[in-house]
């Protein structure tokens, strides 16, 4: 796979604060690449570094292969989806749309066949001839992404695009995001701060934090390998508890729960010693026999799972997922169960 | 309320246009079209000669809807990238520039176009100044000229094109610019597609606080200018002064303008709401 865009230690600095420590990775050619993490972790600036709305502090940004550094950003073959949508206000929707591609010197009726499609595309064709003001929130952002690739870009890149949207039509666009680009084999770059959506459609995710990328990796390589608590944390459920450990080689550790249990794990960490221990919730099972004991505290309907939360010896809670299954008893807060702790379970985080 | 207090002289000058003139100013209360018969028809010394179209009034009408348009277009060219500049200063500086602008406009208008006068009369400060510099052999003849006048209705009433403009490109998202360059618009047409569509409320607006008043203006062109450069404002100023006054006529001029401005407001309105529907 060829590079699309290759970003070097970028640094961005706003006066004394720093947006972007020394952030640095690859997005191949044809990858829905995204950038996931909490409000404030620079999402935003790096898109509008790449997108050319921002001079990097420090480092480089190479758009296939080239230093665009300097380059104004209507020279970048790059589209944006903005957060805050940025609809031209005095043109219609079909207009917004066609922007692009009158700029490009495209002719009216070829522009305006093209808008037209794009928005079909996007389930708006019977607004074409509305103003954005006339819109809701959710078909504005729908507009805003016919808009950014009616241009066909090589890159695209798209600031929390599925935002404004409900949860029905999210799930919908989420589907039709990703055929989109497997079509097109145009780029994405794509941020968000709602993990699920990372998950379901990336090919590679970026975690960041506090202007730092914590993890890169498939969603699967994040969701079960993350390499510290703040990525454990912020991909999916966990449950984190501070333990011992008494041997670590060959990325295995030997770990003592609370309670006492001993437990063989993978790990990130290097060093023995008092590490996080993350256990997915979804991995723990209610087993007659389990090698944990535990005391039910409280039990969450959650539709198709419940949520069992108990504390292990010590008080250390450990909550877990049980599918709401007519098989499955669900125990009642109070009473003692044993749990077992499936293959994958638990991981022992760096830091 | 306010309305009827603003409508009162309108009216009272429309009636005062339908009436006779009393020769040492004032008028009788006897209604004629003679104010109107004035201003449009020519029935030779005596009144006894078959009527033919009087142009004198007209084209001063006409030289004063120039002279308004072009400071109206002097005062659009300095006051946008005035606005614009004070617009996209941060914050706590916008209010020092405004108020920086507005300084001046303290001094009284009559006071600030005779010292207008005095600055570019023949041995004034700038004459003196270019003669120092030696770009110039003899002073330049700037009194009494149009350009004089135009200098005069510029500075009269450029921060009316100003503070408007200014209100509108405050509250421009600039998100839009970035989003046309995104589109690969360069910098000149992301003003012309973008910026100038969304901003032209203000843009219409300061040009209407300027057009219209100085269409109106009589002491620029007073002080400034001379026969030559003569304007609605001082004929209309002229017809309520001593003996020589005509009251209906000058009533009648008034009304001539006035009606030339609501359908110029009308006009702009109608296609306002029509840039709106499209
Ligand atoms: N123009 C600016 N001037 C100063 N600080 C800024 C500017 N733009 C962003 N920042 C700061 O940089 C940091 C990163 O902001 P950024 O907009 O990239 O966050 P984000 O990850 O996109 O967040 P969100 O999910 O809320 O959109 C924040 O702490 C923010 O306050
Ligand atoms: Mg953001």
Same mark, same amino acid.
């Given at each position: 796979?060829?590079?699309?865009?290759?970003?070097?230690?970028?640094?961005?600095?706003?006066?004394?604060?720093?947006?972007?420590?020394?952030?640095?990775?690859?997005? *191949?050619?044809?990858?829905?690449?995204? &950038?996931?993490?909490?409000?404030?972790?620079?999402?935003?600036?790096?898109?509008?570094?790449?997108?050319?709305?921002?001079?990097?502090?420090e480092g480089q940004i190479l758009l296939f292969g080239q230093d665009i550094a300097g380059l104004e950003?209507?020279?970048?073959p790059v589209n944006t989806v903005f957060q805050q949508y940025a609809l031209f206000p005095h043109l219609?929707?079909?207009?917004?749309?066609?922007?692009?591609?009158?700029?490009?010197?495209?002719?009216?009726?070829?522009?305006?066949?093209?808008?037209?499609?794009?928005?079909?595309?996007?389930?708006?064709?019977?607004?074409?001839?509305?103003?954005?003001?006339?819109?809701?929130?959710?078909?504005?952002?729908?507009?805003?992404?016919?808009?950014?690739?009616?241009?066909?870009?090589?890159?695209?890149?798209?600031?929390?695009?599925?935002? /404004?949207?409900?949860?029905?039509?999210?799930?919908?666009?989420?589907?039709?995001?990703?055929?989109?680009?497997?079509?097109?084999?145009?780029?994405?770059?794509?941020?968000?701060?709602?993990?699920?959506?990372?998950?379901?459609?990336?090919?590679?995710?970026?975690?960041?934090?506090?202007?730092?990328?914590?993890?890169?990796?498939?969603?699967?390589?994040?969701?079960?390998?993350? !390499?510290?608590?703040?990525?454990?944390?912020?991909?999916?459920?966990?449950?984190?508890?501070?333990?011992?450990?008494?041997?670590?080689?060959?990325?295995?550790?030997?770990?003592? =729960?609370?309670?006492?249990?001993? &437990?063989?794990?993978?790990?990130?960490?290097?060093?023995?010693?008092?590490?996080?221990?993350?256990?997915?919730? %979804?991995?723990?099972?209610?087993?007659? *026999?389990?090698?944990?004991?535990?005391?039910?505290?409280?039990? !969450?309907?959650?539709?198709?799972?419940?949520?069992?939360?108990?504390?292990?010896?010590?008080?250390?809670?450990?909550?877990?997922?049980?599918?709401?299954?007519?098989?499955? /008893?669900?125990?009642?807060?109070?009473?003692?169960?044993?749990?077992?702790?499936?293959?994958?379970?638990?991981?022992?985080?760096?830091? | 309320?306010?309305?009827?207090? &603003?409508?009162?002289?309108?009216?009272?000058?429309?009636?005062?246009?339908? =009436?006779?003139?009393?020769?040492?100013?004032?008028?009788?209360?006897?209604?004629?079209?003679?104010?109107?018969?004035?201003?449009?028809?020519?029935? *030779?010394?005596?009144?006894?000669?078959?009527?033919?179209?009087?142009?004198?009034?007209?084209?001063?009408?006409?030289?004063?809807?120039?002279?308004?348009?072009?400071?109206?277009?002097?005062?659009?060219?300095?006051?946008?990238?005035?606005?614009?500049?004070?617009?996209?200063?941060?914050?706590?500086?916008?209010?020092?520039?405004?108020?920086?602008?507005?300084?001046?406009?303290?001094?009284?208008?009559?006071?600030?176009?005779?010292?207008?006068?005095?600055?570019?009369?023949?041995?004034?400060?700038?004459?003196?100044?270019?003669?120092?510099?030696?770009?110039?052999?003899?002073?330049?003849?700037?009194?009494?000229?149009?350009?004089?006048?135009?200098?005069?209705?510029?500075?009269?009433?450029?921060?009316?094109?100003?503070?408007?403009?200014?209100?509108?490109? %405050?509250?421009?998202?600039?998100?839009?610019?970035?989003?046309?360059?995104?589109?690969?618009?360069?910098?000149?047409?992301?003003?012309?597609?973008? !910026?100038?569509?969304?901003?032209?409320?203000?843009?219409?607006?300061?040009?209407?606080?300027?057009?219209?008043?100085?269409?109106?203006?009589?002491?620029?062109?007073?002080?400034?200018?001379?026969?030559?450069?003569?304007?609605?404002?001082?004929?209309?100023?002229?017809?309520?002064?001593?003996?020589?006054?005509?009251?209906?006529?000058?009533?009648?001029?008034?009304?001539?303008?006035?009606?030339?401005?609501?359908?110029?407001?009308?006009?702009?309105?109608?296609?306002? /709401?029509?840039?709106?529907?499209?």
């Open positions: 796979m060829s590079t699309a865009i290759d970003i070097r230690s970028v640094v961005k600095r706003y006066g004394t604060t720093t947006a972007l420590h020394s952030v640095g990775f690859e997005i *191949g050619d044809n990858e829905f690449f995204t &950038l996931l993490g909490p409000s404030g972790c620079g999402k935003t600036t790096l898109l509008r570094c790449i997108a050319g709305f921002e001079d990097v502090s950003p209507n020279l970048r219609s929707v079909i207009d917004n749309v066609a922007f692009g591609l009158k700029m490009k010197g495209m002719a009216l009726d070829a522009r305006r066949a093209r808008a037209g499609k794009m928005l079909e595309m996007v389930h708006l064709s019977a607004f074409a001839d509305r103003m954005p003001a006339q819109l809701s929130g959710g078909q504005q952002q729908r507009v805003a992404l016919a808009r950014a690739l009616a241009p066909e870009p090589k890159v695209l890149l798209l600031d929390e695009p599925l935002s /404004a949207l409900d949860l029905k039509l999210r799930q919908a666009m989420r589907v039709e995001l990703k055929s989109l680009q497997e079509q097109t084999g145009i780029t994405f770059v794509f941020v968000t701060h709602d993990q699920e959506e990372a998950l379901t459609m990336s090919d590679r995710i970026a975690v960041m934090s506090q202007g730092r990328v914590q993890q890169i990796g498939t969603a699967r390589d994040i969701y079960e390998g993350p !390499v510290n608590r703040f990525v454990a944390d912020f991909i999916g459920e966990t449950n984190l508890m501070e333990v011992d450990v008494t041997a670590i080689s060959d990325g295995m550790a030997d770990v003592i =729960l609370p309670g006492g249990h001993a &437990l063989r794990c993978p790990a990130a960490a290097t060093t023995p010693g008092r590490h996080h221990l993350s256990i997915r919730p %979804e991995r723990v099972s209610l087993a007659d *026999g389990g090698e944990v004991t535990a005391t039910v505290e409280r039990v !969450v309907y959650l539709g198709t799972d419940v949520q069992v939360m108990t504390r292990l010896p010590g008080g250390v809670p450990l909550s877990l997922r049980v599918q709401n299954s007519a098989r499955i /008893a669900i125990p009642a807060p109070g009473a003692s169960v044993s749990l077992h702790l499936e293959e994958g379970a638990a991981r022992l985080l760096a830091d | 309320m306010i309305g009827v207090f &603003l409508l009162i002289p309108v009216l009272l000058m429309a009636v005062y246009s339908f =009436l006779t003139k009393e020769f040492r100013g004032g008028v009788i209360w006897d209604f004629t079209l003679a104010a109107y018969d004035q201003f449009f028809f020519n029935r *030779g010394l005596f009144g006894d000669e078959p009527p033919v179209i009087e142009w004198t009034y007209i084209s001063i009408f006409w030289r004063s809807i120039w002279q308004a348009a072009l400071a109206t277009v002097a005062c659009l060219l300095v006051g946008f990238p005035t606005a614009w500049f004070i617009a996209t200063r941060p914050p706590s500086q916008r209010s020092v520039w405004l108020f920086l602008i507005t300084i001046p406009y303290w001094v009284n208008l009559l006071i600030r176009t005779v010292s207008l006068k005095f600055l570019i009369r023949d041995n004034g400060p700038l004459n003196e100044f270019l003669m120092g510099l030696g770009v110039i052999t003899d002073p330049l003849p700037l009194v009494n000229t149009n350009l004089a006048v135009q200098l005069g209705l510029f500075y009269s009433y450029l921060p009316f094109m100003v503070l408007p403009i200014y209100a509108a490109v %405050e509250r421009y998202n600039f998100a839009l610019s970035e989003a046309a360059a995104d589109l690969y618009a360069p910098r000149w047409t992301i003003l012309r597609e973008v !910026v100038l569509p969304v901003v032209k409320p203000g843009v219409v607006a300061g040009c209407l606080l300027v057009f219209v008043p100085s269409l109106g203006a009589f002491l620029a062109p007073d002080l400034l200018g001379g026969a030559k450069t003569y304007m609605i404002g001082s004929l209309i100023d002229e017809q309520f002064k001593g003996s020589q006054g005509n009251w209906p006529f000058g009533a009648a001029v008034a009304v001539v303008l006035m009606t030339l401005v609501l359908i110029a407001l009308f006009l702009q309105a109608r296609a306002a /709401a029509k840039g709106a529907r499209e």
